[in-house]
């Protein structure tokens, strides 16, 4: 793309308003410049649905994620509530207003909150990546710790340890390397705090629901390693339904299909 596009095209950079806003999409621009302008109309409207496909897709997980936080007793009783259909309504209400609420900062003071709220997001994403690892890392420990046997596993990550340790480090860097760009011309500020403001953030959430709630790390030895395994069944029984006649069928190999893209 920057092969195509100069760095200081008046479409993709607004200079007469003295800041580094995009006017045009890059994508877009290429079309224009190509002479193909419905492509380009095309391409904004791509963009649209992407848009409005990842909003919808970020709600629905937000409230699912507010709906079973309800559930277990980590929030208000009344986001739990479904409707007959088992729809989590008032999660879906309460995400979806704090979402209007959060995307109106985007218009007070210069939208720097909404950069702040912006930089929030991206390293809360880091920081589940994170977990991920030191759960994957912990669960092993404790399978071992318990006497269970690795080939007891349906599937084993080839990487480990190395993989869940390497992404960690990896994610540490990343998560440091945002304030790079605080220090390029001159030290700014709002660059450097919306970067590292989610870290104090986790750190007190995670510490006071300790305190508040008087739990403490769950234990290797005491780890539950059953409870929803395989929907109850062993790994015999699992290896002799996994063994009985396939169904036959275009249906049978397309739902096949999709469940092993689907993992």
């Known amino acids: 793309m920057g092969l195509i596009i100069p760095y200081d095209d008046p479409q ?3 200079m ?3 800041n580094d806003s995009g006017v045009i999409s890059p994508f877009t621009i290429v079309f224009l410049k190509a002479g193909i302008e419905p492509a380009a109309h095309i391409m904004n409207a791509v963009m649209v649905t992407s ?3 990842a909003c919808s897709s970020g709600l629905y997980a937000a409230c699912r994620t507010v709906h079973v936080m309800a559930m277990q007793g980590h929030a208000p009783k009344i986001l739990g509530r479904t409707t007959r259909r088992g729809v989590p309504l008032h999660a879906l209400l309460f995400c979806a207003a704090v979402t209007l609420g959060l995307w109106a900062f985007n218009f007070v003071g210069q939208g720097i ?3 702040f709220l912006t930089g929030v997001s991206g390293v809360a994403g880091y ?3 994170a977990s991920i690892c030191v759960v994957h890392i912990r669960f092993r420990m404790a399978w071992k710790r318990q006497g269970h046997r690795l080939d007891e596993l349906r599937y084993r990550a080839p990487l480990f340890p190395f993989g869940p340790v390497f992404c960690f480090v990896l994610i ?6 945002q304030a790079y760009p605080s220090f390029q011309n001159g030290f700014d500020k709002i660059t450097f705090f919306s970067s590292f403001l989610e870290l104090p953030l986790f750190a007190l959430f995670w510490g006071g629901w300790k305190w508040w709630k008087k739990t403490r ?3 290797l030895a005491t780890m539950d390693l059953d409870s929803g395994a395989r929907g109850g069944l062993t790994l015999e029984e699992e290896d002799e339904a996994l063994a009985e006649p396939r169904r036959r069928g275009f249906k049978a190999a ?3 299909v999709l469940a092993g893209i689907l993992g």
């Open 16 to 18: 007469d308003s003295g």
């Open 217 to 219: 790390v769950v234990a």
């Open 113 to 115: 909150v909404f950069v």
């Open 254 to 256: 397309a739902l096949r």
């Open 172 to 177: 540490c860097v990343v998560i440091f390397g």
């Open 51 to 53: 848009s409005i496909s």
């Open 127 to 129: 920081l589940a990546w």
């Open 12 to 14: 993709l950079i607004n």
